[in-house]
């Protein structure tokens, strides 16, 4: 059923994606911020780094390439009248079982055997859960949806630090409770939300031109995901860098509680964006002046020379790169190409989440220093700005219906 047919659906259906949705990222944002590098850690002592290093590049790769596989296999069951649910069961059924796996693991190359897996079956439930949504959400509701979407990631981030704060669970119980939140997730969505209607035959051609706009789309989130990217991996060492005066300690608590704001103040920014972007039917305006938000919170943490400039700078950043990001996800789903390609193209489209995990650490070893990230934070603006300029090469996504 195109899109533009599709009928409304209710804020609670909405819901019930999103929650799903935040059992996905739940599923993997613990486990790769927080409970992996203390499993590294345990294992491998002094070579944590080398063994944390190849499990983020093979993860990144494995996880580039099965997002596609699982997307272009859903489609296939689609075209067959079967639906993608299947394939959702068993990602998050085989991510259970990974997790066991990490529990279980008592050498170095037994972890990153076992993380390999875990991206293998990881992505097996996400990529068919964000083609779903591309599928039974109707145009003029995507960009409320990419709003509530923007709630996983402090979801995920407060179920870490639950963890964290809970010494009792050990290695053991931390890692196998993020599976089940996971499931307590997802089957909400399952077990209330009825299977889409297959598609119509005159629904399989491909539209006129979107390809090339989806290209111009997934340039565009590449080039803002890499900034991301190495705010991720080095923001505590960006303020050790302009606020040395500060005791180390203080400065940990005092990131912590940073990155935890930026989670949560975008939120109600998000949501408002994105259904303001609904009721116009005008995605790109939005998009642009939050890369340009994104941007100019990058050139103030080039020009910061105490925590409190550099703070702010990066929570303006961090509201303008979430709006981005939630709003695109919308934007794209509008854009791609063809109704029986859907998981295999946003499977594409995940590459720019996953590409950045290997830019990014090149680009600071090039250009930063543990005293100087000015010039890695002006080329980082540089990229943002560019990646929402991008977006003007392509034709406006059809106006929701």
């Avoid at 294992?43 to 996880?63: C, K, N, P, Q, Y």
């Avoid at 890692?175 to 077990?191: E, G, R, S």
């Avoid at 500060?246 to 989670?263: A, K, M, W």
């Avoid at 070893?365 to 003007?392: I, V």
């Amino acid at each position: 059923m195109p899109a533009a047919v599709l009928p409304r659906r209710s804020t609670a259906t909405l819901i019930l994606f999103a929650l799903a949705y935040a059992g996905g990222v739940i599923g993997y944002l613990p486990l790769l911020t927080l409970l992996l590098p203390v499993k590294v850690e345990a294992l491998a002592g002094d070579a944590r780094l080398d063994v944390l290093t190849a499990i983020v590049i093979s993860g990144a790769i494995v996880a580039s390439a099965s997002n596609i596989l699982w997307g272009w296999l859903s489609d296939r069951s689609v075209a067959r009248g079967q639906g993608r649910r299947g394939w959702l069961i068993g990602g998050v059924a085989g991510t259970a079982l990974a997790y066991a796996g990490i529990a279980a693991a008592a050498t170095p190359a037994q972890v990153i055997a076992a993380v390999i897996l875990f991206q293998v079956a990881v992505n097996a439930a996400l990529a068919p859960l964000i083609a779903m949504m591309a599928d039974e959400v109707p145009d003029a509701q995507k960009g409320t949806l990419g709003g509530l979407l923007a709630f996983a990631n402090p979801v995920a981030a407060g179920l870490s630090a639950g963890l964290v704060a809970t010494p009792a669970l050990g290695e053991t119980g931390r890692l196998l409770l993020v599976p089940l939140a996971m499931i307590a997730c997802v089957v909400p969505l399952l077990a209330l939300l009825p299977p889409s209607t297959p598609i119509d035959a005159e629904d399989e051609r491909p539209l006129p031109g979107r390809t090339r706009d989806m290209a111009v789309a997934w340039a565009a989130r590449l080039l803002v995901q890499v900034a991301g990217n190495v705010l991720f991996l080095y923001l505590l060492y960006y303020f050790e860098s302009i606020a040395a005066d500060l005791p180390r300690t203080e400065l940990q608590t005092r990131t912590g509680h940073l990155l935890t704001l930026s989670y949560l103040l975008p939120l109600p920014v998000a949501l408002i964006a994105g259904r303001l972007s609904d009721r116009s039917g005008r995605r790109r305006p939005v998009l642009l002046a939050a890369a340009a938000a994104a941007a100019l919170g990058l050139c103030g943490m080039a020009a910061a020379a105490s925590w409190i400039e550099g703070a702010l700078a990066f929570t303006t950043y961090a509201v303008g790169s979430a709006v981005f990001l939630a709003l695109h996800s919308a934007y794209a789903m509008q854009l791609l190409p063809s109704v029986r390609h859907r998981g295999r193209d946003l499977g594409l489209l995940n590459l720019t989440n996953t590409l950045p995990a290997l830019a990014g650490p090149l680009l600071t070893w090039w250009l930063a220093s543990p005293r100087d990230f000015e010039k890695l934070m002006l080329l980082l603006a540089a990229l943002t700005l560019a990646g929402g300029l991008t977006l003007l090469a392509a034709r406006p996504a059809s106006r929701p219906a």
